[in-house]
């Protein structure tokens, strides 16, 4: 979907009046809702179970904030094995729910699992990707957040997800459980993340994942900014961006011939989060028009 933004400004004796949207939104917080999809079945056994199957209806890691470079990851208490030795903790947030071989993860029951986001966001949604080593694809586990980089964490839910499943699921299912909120945001301005395991997922000692997604809550696509340079006719613009988008800026005095093309093909900045460019925007008429696109 193409996203347009348009905004405008007058010069008249060298002063700018800038318009600019601005959405406030207040949602009552209600208590985040887990939800349960699956079982899908073993890898490579019909019908609908094959990898490409699970993530149709879930889309693995796209957007997920656990891949972004600036995200770090540590396993500050406890221990972490794949099913063929030690280590590998990366599968977690790799983007990918796939089948067990090689890539199902243990933690021992307590262990703690920190991801340092890099910047503050507001979270939307988590997904546990499990496959049921032991019969069992349900999820214990506490989720805590921080807004000051892990110096204080507060718990934002103790998920005790047990399978329920009609008919349950057997050995080598998938199962993805899914932690939302009513209003949309379940945690504002965070940037850590710990989740602690609890068991009851594959054997008496151990929990077992393939896969966990943070998605954060998308930004408004609006400009945020306006300024104008009257000594040499300049103008700079500062819009919500997406990490990896690219865009296209366009000029008009008219809302209807927009044929002058300021650069279409502008990449976002390298923090995602906003994108800034300053243009020449020589001319005599006292009132221009500016539009944003993604492309």
């Not at 939104?25 to 349960?36: F, W, Y």
């Not at 068991?199 to 945020?224: H, L």
Request: no cysteine; net charge negative.
């Amino acid at each position: 979907m193409k996203m347009t933004l348009v905004t405008k400004f007058r010069n008249r004796l060298l002063g700018l009046y800038a318009l600019v949207a601005i959405a406030t939104s207040i949602h009552a917080h209600a208590a985040p809702a887990v939800t349960e999809h699956g079982p899908y079945g073993e890898v490579g056994q019909a019908p609908n179970n094959t990898n490409a199957f699970v993530t149709g209806l879930h889309p693995v890691g796209i957007g997920d904030v656990l891949e972004l470079p600036s995200t770090t990851r540590s396993i500050v208490s406890g221990r972490l094995k794949t099913e063929w030795g030690e280590g590998a903790e990366g599968i977690l947030n790799d983007g990918l729910a796939l089948n067990a071989a090689g890539a199902i993860n243990y933690f021992e029951n307590g262990s703690q699992l920190e991801f340092q986001l890099g910047a503050k966001i507001d979270m939307a949604q988590i997904d546990f990707f499990m496959y049921a080593d032991w019969k069992r694809t349900s999820a214990w586990l506490d989720v805590h957040t921080s807004t000051d980089g892990g110096a204080n964490w507060n718990l934002l839910h103790e998920v005790r997800q047990a399978e329920s499943n009609d008919p349950p699921s057997v050995d080598r299912q998938y199962n993805v459980h899914s932690l939302t909120d009513p209003t949309g945001i379940l945690a504002s301005g965070i940037n850590a993340i710990r989740f602690t395991f609890l068991g009851d997922g594959m054997g008496d000692n151990e929990s077992g994942y393939v896969e966990i997604d943070v998605y954060g809550v998308e930004a408004p696509f609006v400009i945020t900014e306006i300024n104008y340079s009257p000594d040499d006719d300049m103008v700079t613009l500062t819009w919500t961006s997406r990490p990896g988008a690219t865009y296209g800026v366009f000029m008009s005095t008219d809302l209807t011939d927009w044929s002058a093309d300021l650069d279409d093909n502008v990449s976002a900045d390298d923090d995602g989060e906003t994108t800034t460019r300053t243009f020449d925007v020589l001319s005599d008429e006292t009132e221009l028009f500016f539009r944003v696109e993604e492309n």
